[in-house]
């Protein structure tokens, strides 16, 4: 089957485009799409649905969001865009009646507060205890109320391909490539190398050398004792050798063990935050006739010019197709897998060993 990307509007395939892109995140709750076009008038955009699919896999279910015209030299045309259908929920307030959900998982809240948007939720993995109150603020969207309880559970929640979203821990399936970016002995770059552009940053102005998590939920009757004392949990950093400490709270984290759960997942995604890679490769395939490169999956990296030789994981995957600019490709962003992966006390993060190799790389 042809690996020609094909697009359908209100259910009927539309020919009329030159340039594709496709973004997809573990970060956002929402995908997102952009086409260079022949002609397309502004009054086409109200509630057009969009199916993008490629090699007979869908890639992207959504709407479409705006309409672009210039004439601008050097932008002359028309570009469409959208989002995946959980772009309502970045967009909409969050309803519910009484303004609280009670005695909730994640996924049945999740269920609730999607369902006006005929949008779906499936969870990768059991989604842990419920919650006794879910609060919601006047004017939260209900992106942001799946994001704040998400964490509370240490979940992410993501795009799928069919429109709905996806509660989960990235990283439980590996790509089937390796990323390369080696030199010769003689330093020059290798011809089996599979990276066509890169770059790296290190940023430690969002980690702490100390994260205390403190508890606003309320404590029931059968919470007593010790447990009931301990309403605050800390996670180290030992990479921040400075003084510099956080505090940060939980609406729906209670107990001890649920606060230690919490503050170690934040301090590993602000390690992952902190560093962090991007890379360009030809095709929108792991290997020819394979899967597409998505996001969340675990790739081996031996990128000799950030000193990088481990396991990282995929954030985000941007497939772009321009005959004018290098045809098939896809730039993957990756952060160091740990950084996903709760940690009860923080060493030398992997991210520091390459620190000094992306301050030499911006030096030149």
Do not use: H
Not at 41 to 52: A, F, N, R
Not at 277 to 298: H, I, T
């Amino acid at each position: 089957m042809s690996d020609i990307p094909e697009i359908e509007l209100n259910g009927r395939i539309y020919d009329g485009w030159q340039k594709c892109s496709i973004n997809m995140s573990i970060k956002d709750i929402a995908s997102s799409f952009a086409l260079t076009v022949d002609d397309f008038s502004p009054e086409d955009v109200g509630d057009m649905s969009v199916k993008i699919s490629c090699g007979g896999e869908r890639l992207l279910t959504g709407w479409l969001d705006r309409v672009d015209t210039s004439t601008v030299p050097d932008r002359e045309g028309t570009r469409i865009s959208g989002r995946s259908k959980t772009g309502d929920l970045v967009d909409c307030a969050a309803i519910v009646q009484g303004g609280e959900l009670r005695n909730a998982s994640l996924i049945d809240a999740c269920r609730e507060l999607c369902k006006p948007f005929g949008v779906g939720v499936e969870a990768l993995s059991d989604t842990g205890d419920r919650f006794d109150r879910i609060k919601i603020e006047q004017g939260e969207t209900v992106s942001q109320v799946i994001d704040r309880i998400s964490r509370e559970r240490g979940f992410n929640a993501w795009a799928s391909v069919n429109g709905g979203i996806v509660l989960g821990r990235p990283g439980s399936d590996r790509s089937d490539a390796l990323l390369r970016y080696r030199y010769t002995e003689t330093g020059q770059l290798r011809s089996d190398n599979n990276i066509v552009e890169l770059s790296g940053s290190f940023d430690m102005s969002g980690r702490f050398s100390k994260l205390v998590m403190r508890s606003q939920a309320a404590t029931s009757d059968m919470d007593f004792g010790l447990s009931a004392a301990q309403s605050e949990a800390i996670a180290i950093d030992e990479a921040v050798k400075r003084y510099r400490p956080a505090i940060l709270t939980s609406d729906g984290a209670g107990s001890s063990a649920q606060l230690k759960a919490r503050v170690e997942w934040e301090a590993s995604r602000r390690i992952g935050l902190s560093t962090g890679v991007s890379y360009q490769v030809e095709g929108w395939r792991q290997v020819p006739g394979g899967a597409f490169w998505k996001p969340g999956l675990v790739v081996p990296v031996e990128d000799e010019k950030n000193n990088i030789s481990y396991d990282m994981l995929i954030v985000s995957v941007s497939l772009t197709l321009d005959e004018d600019d290098g045809g098939y490709r896809a730039s993957l962003s990756l952060e160091p897998k740990a950084a996903w992966v709760p940690k009860p006390v923080f060493k030398e993060a992997d991210g520091d060993a390459q620190y000094a190799a992306l301050r030499a790389a911006v030096r030149g």
